[in-house]
């Protein structure tokens, strides 16, 4: 029977992730809370011996980037977080996540390989790998400017029925994600596929904030909906992938870290029976087992 596989990937941004709505409040949070959010979870994964893929927005090593924004530059700038990723004892991957957050699926094919190159200069720069890509806000575009600027995986949409229900446009993606992060519905497991000369691995789940409406989204649910993700992943000899930012662990930060390491806990185990290999984005590429890709139509 193949084995189970799990991979989680990280959204890492501070203040870049809504450089273009930021207000007060998130400068706040990007200043004094999200560094030891990123502390946290570095020892959490060092704890349970799981390496993940953190996909970083490049201008957080770039000091120029930050000139002239507003809020201390510690919200823009963070090299500190990136080289604390660096020294864990896991070896984890820093994957990219663009270079300055722009959108993707609207930017023009020269603003995406101005981007893209920016990104691949900086992670040069400082000898980091430049191999898997996390699409900001999760909005797939330009994946032939994504495959020029040499990365080989990237994250793609999450499978499930909500993605039928994104059709429904942006109110109803919504209602559906939010139903479907409160109901104990076990996450899609995933497989890599070739797409645009690019291996796409799905997101299977979401771990969400717990602010506004989304803090009736019970902890013992997600701890559910994780542990059915695991079980279904080792049953299916598939990819359960699991994402999210360190600005979703803002709010009711302890149960967030509780949920998280009960879950990691659960991975751990499985591992240690060698049912389950947990890896991150880019050890995806390393064997082309890629399936055909997923339809046009999805993208």
């Known amino acids: 029977m193949a084995k189970g596989t799990l991979t989680i990937s990280i959204d890492l941004e501070l203040a870049w992730g809504v450089w273009d709505r930021v207000t007060p409040e998130a400068l706040d949070f990007a200043e004094t809370v999200e560094r030891p959010i990123c502390a946290t979870l570095i020892a959490l994964f060092d704890h349970y011996d799981v390496p993940v893929t953190w996909a970083m927005v490049a201008a957080l090593l770039d000091p120029k980037s930050a000139e002239g ?25 820093i994957g990219s996540h663009g270079g300055r957050h722009i959108d993707l699926a ?45 990365l080989q995986v ?6 499930g029925w909500t993605s ?13 994600n ?7 519905i076990a996450p899609c497991t995933v497989s890599a596929r070739q797409r645009a000369g690019l291996i796409d691995v799905p997101g299977s789940m979401l771990l969400i904030g717990r602010n506004g409406i989304r803090r ?30 360190p600005s979703n662990f803002y709010y009711r930060r302890q149960e967030q870290f509780d949920t998280l390491a009960h ?28 399936e055909p890709a997923v339809p046009a139509a999805l993208y």
């Open 69 to 93: 924004r507003p809020g201390p530059a510690s919200c823009w700038y963070a090299p500190d977080v990136i080289e604390q990723i660096r020294q864990a004892r896991v070896r984890h991957e």
């Open 106 to 150: 609207a930017a023009t094919g020269s603003a995406a390989d101005a981007d893209l190159d920016f990104a691949r200069q900086v992670h040069r720069r400082h000898g980091l790998a430049f191999q898997s890509f996390v699409f900001p806000r999760n909005r797939i575009g330009n994946l032939d400017a994504v495959a020029r600027a040499g």
């Open 154 to 159: 990237f994250r793609g949409r999450d499978l």
């Open 164 to 176: 039928a229900a994104s059709r429904g446009g942006r109110w109803a993606a919504k209602a559906a």
């Open 178 to 184: 939010l139903a479907d992060k409160a109901l104990p």
């Open 216 to 245: 009736f989204v019970f902890p013992p649910v997600t701890r559910a909906k994780l542990a059915m993700g695991l079980d279904r992943a080792i049953k299916d000899g598939a990819t359960f992938h699991l994402w999210f930012h």
């Open 263 to 290: 879950f990691l806990r659960l991975a751990a185990e499985e591992a240690g029976r060698g049912r389950i290999e947990i890896k991150p984005m880019g050890r995806y590429a390393e064997r082309a087992e890629a």
